[in-house]
């Protein structure tokens, strides 16, 4: 039976207390528009990028060279969508419209589309016609309040979440950009993708079987949402424990999950967790729940 553990909870604050946890304000020109651009526009890439950032890696890794340099994953997706976005791309009228053969250049990097290339055209669409239907993107998205824009977001399809792991994800991109200034930020948890997930059951946060989370089993999606709200829970009481807002917690997390607490050979040696680690004690390190087909993150 799964469970919190609410002391390793508070171990694992103490040590980030001590790391420095910073907010990101994702201004990269790169993967973001321009801070001065007008709110409409700014608002039609973010609502409409967060819908289509889920897993972009299944069967082969979505990665390539863009202008030069390298990326990959997430950020692939975002250096596509921000030179999209120089050519108008996020329009709701021509979202709403969008055929195939004119997303292509947003999905597909060294030759190869994204894995679900189709059903992200589809999000997209659903996107410009909600967008459309309320009168524009500044009208689909309340921001001054959290709980009013995740209630708004719940009519978009790639929303739907149970989880709530994008309308968390657009949050954080709102009010760091400062697109939005909600008064009730208490409402805030973690966007909880595989990374949080991963990480949580390593520190031992989210006390789940070692042997389930190896066997490579795939849960079906009342066991994912399940499994994710565990999850949700667990790292809001680590964020409450060390006084750090969820969505700085979030930055740090996404962060640390790619760089060091990795699916493969986590770096454990420079990590600063170890002492505390249920995962790095037992020298076992289970990846994520297995729950491949998804949209939701
Ligand atoms: S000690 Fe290793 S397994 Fe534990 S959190 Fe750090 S990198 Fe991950």
Redesign the pocket.
Known sequence: MEAIDVDKAEAVADVLKSVGVRRDSYLDQRLYPPPDDPPEDQLAYFVSMVAIDHRTSLWEPFEGVVGGEFFHGADALYRLGRLAYGRGFFKAEKLAELAPSEAEHLLTIGGRRVWDFHIRVLLLRDVGKKALRNGGFERLVPRDSLKRLKEALRQIRAYEDPVEKKALLLAKFLDGRKLADFKDLEEADVPVDNHLSR?AY??GIADVSYDFLESGVEVPREEDVRLRQLVKTAWKIVAKFADIHPFALDDYLWSFGRR??TRER???DV?P??EI?K??ALQR?PPEHLHLITWYY
């Open positions: 990480i390593r520190l060091t607490c986590p770096k454990c990590c967790f170890r680690c995962a790095h390190y």
